[in-house]
């Protein structure tokens, strides 16, 4: 499938381009706290927040995520182990579309097994650093609420800890992506699992006391001295994901939930082998548009 297949005239297509040296550093004193925050503060401060932070995320875990590798959260689970798309063999000659592809490392490895994936991120700055990897992978800057593509462009979506867990109407994403996949198409997503809302987000015997309510859906915000916010990120209970797929039109197929594996000794944020071996950190939902 050619690129004039699936992008409309008003997409705006970043591959090719490499920027200016982008990512300037965060200086703003951020006040965490938690409050309501809508759907385009909470595109503003995402776009925003990963363009200034990229560079340091990147260097931080670029070595775990490698440049073709597919790995759907900080436990370590790899696509070439859990198959959630399909056999590798049946991802041959299928349109993929990643959404909040950061580096595209999961395009990548899609595109070494012969699918033709396309890699979606928010983030100007993101894509640079796929670009930087390589220039082997379509790359789309793009709001995951607004996909620039036409209807029935690909037979899979995916994203691992991309865009959803950010949006303020994650129901529109998942509307998004039904619209863009063919019938019959798998959409496959990892969020943080929602049972983590209820600790405090940290790596230690601090990280294993209930701190706050499980139901207590206000968004996590770091705002500035003006009250802007510069991060957010949106907190839904399981039940409420699982609502989120169906009202987006699919079928939910499996619920993942991966056990911190004996290879794997890092910490990554409040992700860490003490309490991955107690409570899970990543939920994995398995999708089906009928």
Known sequence: M???????????????????????DDGEDAEATRREAGEAESSRASRGWWDRNADEYQSEHGAFLGDDRFVWG???????????????????????????????????????????????????????????????????????????????????????????PFVADPVNVMREVHRVLRPG??????????IRWAFPDEPGPEGLSVAASYFDRTPYVEQDEQGSAVYVEHHRTLGDRVRD??????????LVEPEWPAWNDQEWGGWSPLRGNLIPGTAIFVCERD
Do not use: M
Request: with cysteine; hydrophobic share 45%; aromatic share 6%.
């Open 74 to 164: 900080p436990e370590g689970l790899d696509e070439a182990e859990a198959a959630l798309l399909g056999s590798a063999a049946s991802l041959a000659g299928k349109d993929v579309l990643e959404i909040g592809a950061g580096a595209a490392q999961c395009s990548r490895w899609l595109a070494a097994r012969g699918a033709r994936p396309v890699a979606l991120d928010l983030s100007h700055r993101q894509l640079q650093h796929a670009l930087r990897i390589g220039d082997d992978v379509p790359l789309v800057e793009a709001d995951a609420g607004r996909l620039p593509f036409r209807d029935a462009s690909f037979d899979l979506a995916c994203s691992a800890y991309g865009a959803v």
């Open 2 to 24: 050619n690129q004039e297949d699936y992008l409309p005239e008003d997409a705006f297509e970043i591959a090719g381009q490499v920027g200016a040296a982008g990512g300037a």
């Open 245 to 254: 797929v169906v009202a987006g039109g699919f079928r939910l197929v499996d």
């Open 185 to 194: 198409g798998r959409w496959v997503f990892s969020v943080t699992h929602p």
